[in-house]
């Protein structure tokens, strides 16, 4: 069964999308209107943990999700998932930490296609120089996780 929700945050609007016993996309929207409440409990839970977040009442998520893609992309992925919460890394450094030292610039890649910003913390990416860099969500958001989570 598939269930979404919407809610407000911090960060904007975010919707979650579950399928079955998984969270398959976590995204800050700003084209939808309307919030929606979660009908499963996968889908409730994965809300509560994301308002946990931003109320700094939680700084790591336990959320079941499938990653779909080349085993580069899941292993940067999964690689990523283990940055504590407040530290940043480069991207050069999560290339390395990955297995694949030569390839920062295809961990940018990953980081624009990770379908679950926040649990999986791509903000926590900034560049070697220590600047903020690029992000899906734009650089106002980027700053505001990462000052959220200081």
Do not use: W
Not at 125 to 147: E, P
């Amino acid at each position: 069964m598939t269930d979404r929700t919407v809610f407000l945050t911090l960060a904007g609007k975010v919707e979650i999308v579950t399928k079955d016993e998984y969270v398959t996309s976590i995204c800050i929207v700003d084209n939808i209107v309307d919030l929606v409440e979660p009908q499963t409990a996968i889908c409730q839970n994965a809300k509560r943990q994301i308002e946990e977040y931003f109320a700094h009442e939680r700084s790591h998520f336990d959320l079941a999700y499938n990653l779909d893609g080349t085993e580069f992309f899941k292993s940067v992925l999964k690689t990523l998932a283990k940055v504590p919460y407040g530290e940043t890394i480069s991207y050069k450094e999560l290339a390395l930490r990955s297995g694949y030292p030569r390839a920062s610039r295809a961990v940018g890649s990953v980081m624009r296609k990770n379908p679950l910003p926040i649990v999986i913390p791509c903000h926590r990416v900034i560049l070697a120089n220590g600047d903020i860099g690029s992000f899906t969500g734009g650089v106002r958001l980027k700053k505001l996780l990462l000052d959220h989570e200081k």
